[in-house]
């Protein structure tokens, strides 16, 4: 079982930067392929971004691409959602979530807030 804690979010202006980090613990954490989502006010949950167990593969909604970045450093348990340019249309709660097969165990969120 995979356990997940997102961390990092806060308030930021337009045009800001936030790093985002999800901690996981259990030793099988580098087996699982690991997705970003955030749900607005409102709005459905939707992906944000997605890395493969090795790092070797990342895909990001088209909405983020060219400002977000995934990175993952399987050592300390933890993959990371770098945000820049961020604008208030970012502004949700963040979700991580962690994939193998057919496992998904999700973290609790952390709040992005973009002011303009």
């Known amino acids: 079982q995979v356990q997940l804690v997102e961390s990092g979010g806060g308030l930021v202006q337009a045009g800001g930067s936030l790093r985002l980090s999800c901690a996981a613990s259990?030793?099988?954490?580098?087996?699982?392929?690991i997705n970003w989502y955030r749900q607005a006010p409102g709005k459905e949950r939707e992906f944000v971004a997605h890395?493969?167990?090795?790092?070797?593969?990342?895909n990001y909604a088209d909405s983020v691409k060219d400002r977000f970045a995934i990175s993952r450093d399987n050592s300390r348990n933890t993959v990371y959602l770098q945000m820049n340019g961020l604008q208030p249309e970012d502004t949700a709660i963040y979700y991580c979530?962690?994939?193998?097969?057919?496992?998904?165990?999700w973290g609790q969120g952390t709040q992005v807030t973009v002011s303009s």
């Open positions: 979530n962690a994939e193998r097969l057919t496992s998904r165990y």
């Open positions: 890395i493969a167990w090795n790092g070797g593969n990342k």
């Open positions: 259990g030793r099988t954490f580098s087996n699982y392929d």
